[in-house]
């Protein structure tokens, strides 16, 4: 069983039958901005605040948070990928990920 530590931003999820952590890095976070087209960590979060997130965001989001947890993966990779769920599955996990980073949902904030 992989073990994630919330308190470091990780979450752990199951992709394509294998538990794999995922993080939103410093990396990975400057990553979405480039591919959001937005200037900073703030307007990125306003921008997942809305609640409305494409396949291809939920791709994106997923993709940077698996290369986070160190996987070697493409976003076309992830695009192929599968979970319980389905697209409802993908959802779960990148607004999971998306709460743990930015610190929301459960009260705390990610340490530095």
Same mark, same amino acid.
Not at 12 to 32: K, M, N, P, S
Not at 82 to 97: K, P
């Given at each position: 069983?992989?073990?994630?530590?919330?308190?470091?931003?990780?979450?752990?999820?199951?992709?394509?039958?294998?538990?794999?952590?995922?993080?939103?890095?410093?990396?990975?976070?400057?990553?979405?901005?480039?591919?959001?087209?937005?200037?900073?960590? *703030? =307007?990125? @979060?306003?921008?997942?605040?809305?609640?409305?997130?494409? %396949?291809? #965001?939920? /791709? &994106?989001?997923?993709?940077?948070?698996?290369?986070?947890?160190?996987?070697?993966?493409?976003?076309?990779?992830?695009?192929?990928?599968?979970?319980?769920?389905?697209?409802?599955?993908? *959802? =779960?996990? @990148?607004?999971?990920?998306?709460?743990?980073?930015?610190? %929301?949902? #459960?009260? /705390? &904030?990610?340490?530095?």
């Amino acid at each position: 069983m992989t073990m994630a530590n919330r308190r470091r931003g990780e979450i752990a999820a199951t992709i394509d039958g294998q538990e794999r952590v995922l993080c939103l890095t410093l990396g990975a976070l400057a990553e979405l901005e480039a591919a959001f087209e937005v200037e900073d960590l *703030a =307007a990125l @979060a306003q921008r997942f605040s809305t609640g409305r997130l494409s %396949a291809r #965001d939920l /791709t &994106r989001v997923v993709a940077a948070g698996l290369r986070g947890g160190g996987a070697a993966v493409s976003d076309g990779d992830v695009a192929t990928m599968t979970t319980e769920g389905g697209i409802a599955g993908f *959802a =779960a996990i @990148a607004v999971d990920l998306l709460k743990v980073t930015f610190g %929301a949902g #459960d009260g /705390t &904030r990610p340490d530095p």
